[in-house]
């Protein structure tokens, strides 16, 4: 997976579409210098963020399945997961039929309004239907949700960083930022964000240039006038 048309074909195929954006809003403008943390921080961030569109699936719960998600408790792995553990990082098991998201309500975190302690993180709940069956819908949070992992991998982060980003200028230390021909696909622009104006390539303005080049002409003028006038005397 070392060429740039493999690694385009690779995340084409398994790169979930309705994540792509998402990730190339968090890469946008990214001050993280290196890649290979970049794409740790990318692959913590969204491991247990969905968005409408996906395809998930439901991990397997120790009570009876007919109770309300919302009631259950943390999912856990089947136990013969850990009886017959795999090396392959995109081995998961399919627990269920696959679902679509919907709708997804995120919920900020509650705090206590003295110490400001955080007493229930922030979460999100989704609206998921059957992919078969589009009649049955059910809710759920994101412990219960997980892809199927050949696509999300931090390989197949790194192959779309490598596609879709570029340095935003040629300044030492400028952030990462999402080429050209992508922006209008993720919704983005090249407006910089304040704090990173540092990084900006310093612009010439047309006025000024032209400004410049006016006066050069001219001093060139009087030196030559200057000089002609000299040879007169002689």
């Known amino acids: 997976l070392d060429s740039e048309e493999t690694q385009f074909k690779y995340v084409e195929e398994r790169f979930p579409l309705k994540l792509r954006e998402p990730v190339a809003r968090f890469l946008h403008f990214n ?13 913590s ?5 969905f968005f409408p569109g996906e395809t998930v699936y439901l991990r397997k719960t120790s009570k009876d399945s007919s109770e309300p998600l919302s009631n259950q408790a943390t999912p856990q792995p089947d136990e ?3 009886k017959n ?12 039929k696959p679902y679509i998201i919907k709708e997804k309500a995120h919920f900020n975190a509650t ?43 931090k390989h197949l982060i790194k192959c779309f960083c490598k596609i879709t980003l570029k340095r935003a200028s040629s300044k030492m230390g400028a952030p990462w930022a999402v080429k050209e021909e992508y922006l209008p696909m993720y919704g983005l622009t090249m407006d910089w964000p304040p704090e990173m104006l540092k990084y900006k390539e310093d612009e010439v303005l047309p006025d000024l ?18 000089e002609d006038d000299n040879m007169d005397d002689l």
Do not use: C, W
């Open 31 to 43: 001050g993280i210098k290196r890649l290979d943390v970049l794409v740790e921080k990318v692959y």
């Open 45 to 49: 961030r969204f491991k247990n963020d």
């Open 80 to 82: 013969a997961l850990f």
């Open 85 to 96: 553990p795999r090396k392959d990082e995109s081995t998961q098991p399919q627990y269920q």
């Open 111 to 153: 705090k206590d309004p003295d110490t400001e302690e955080i007493i229930m993180p922030a979460y999100s709940k989704y609206m998921l239907m059957e992919e078969n069956h589009g009649h049955k819908s059910l809710i759920a949070d994101q412990s219960q949700l997980y892809r199927d992992r050949s696509t999300f991998t």
């Open 209 to 226: 240039a032209r400004n410049k080049r006016s006066r050069s002409s001219e001093d060139g003028d009087d030196i030559v006038q200057e």
